[in-house]
């Protein structure tokens, strides 16, 4: 049974490009959730989706955007990037409403230069 | 908006001893979940334990248990016959019960480090 997966596991970008991050849930979970980790930091809630809808969102600026896709995988787009976004993405999984614990992915390390 | 404070940047055990990590937060809330998780050098988050509010009686999983105080909002982590492989970023973390989503709250993590 595989966990958690995402894709790529580091990547390199330039100031002011675009970037998407994968995540492939755990099987028989619907509820994706994506956190920003800095260096150093606790994982910072960006949104989460359910049923191809956000359901829940976190303080983070328009420029970070998801989707769902009807086999419950996502994506995490982030807009003109900036230095400070320069973080380890995690995905988390959990299997929607009623249990509340989330199974996490090992990760995407970006980095902004 | 919770809280979740760690105020232990960073801890050393030596093996087979035992370390006590400490967590507070802060909520109006009546019902919620609380988690410790484990962060190797590998990245990859591994759920520690959970504890629900409404239980009085403290989580246990092996060597991990909890040490919940809801009063003073406290929400401490014992690891005994600390292993080397214990050795990784621990992180509070605190879920409500009543929002829409199930989004974790956490704190700025203690660094344990396991020494032979």
């Known amino acids: 049974d595989a966990g958690v997966t995402q894709s790529p596991t580091h990547l390199i970008k330039t100031r002011g490009q675009q970037v998407t991050l994968r995540c492939s849930p755990k099987?028989?979970?619907?509820?994706v959730s994506w956190y920003q980790q800095a260096l150093g930091q606790g994982p910072q809630f960006i949104f989460q989706?359910?049923?191809?809808?956000?359901?829940q969102r976190g303080n983070f600026p328009d420029r970070f955007s998801g989707h769902q896709f009807p086999n419950y995988s996502s994506e995490l787009n982030v807009n003109a990037l900036l230095l400070g976004d320069s973080a380890l993405y995690l995905c988390?999984?959990?299997?929607?409403?009623?249990?509340?614990?989330?199974?996490f992915g090992p990760g995407t390390r970006l980095t902004v230069t | 908006a919770q809280t979740v404070t760690q105020s232990q940047p960073e801890m050393s055990v030596q093996e087979a001893e035992t370390v006590t990590l400490s967590c507070t937060y802060d909520?109006?809330?009546?019902?919620?979940?609380l988690f410790w998780y484990k962060q190797p050098p590998s990245r990859q988050m591994i759920l520690v334990i959970r504890?629900?509010?409404?239980?009085?009686q403290n989580a246990t999983e092996n060597r991990f248990s909890v040490n919940f105080q809801k009063a003073a909002k406290s929400f401490s982590l014992k690891i005994s016959d600390s292993q080397l492989g214990d050795t990784a970023m621990y992180f509070c973390?605190?879920?409500?019960?009543?929002?829409?989503?199930?989004?974790?709250?956490f704190g700025g993590g203690t660094r344990v480090l396991v020494k032979p």
């Open positions: 504890q629900e509010a409404y239980k009085q």
């Open positions: 909520t109006s809330e009546s019902n919620y979940y």
């Open positions: 989706y359910y049923e191809e809808e956000e359901r």
């Open positions: 099987s028989g979970h619907d509820t």
């Open positions: 973390a605190f879920m409500s019960q009543w929002s829409a989503g199930n989004k974790l709250t």
């Open positions: 988390a999984s959990s299997p929607g409403r009623g249990v509340y614990e989330q199974y």
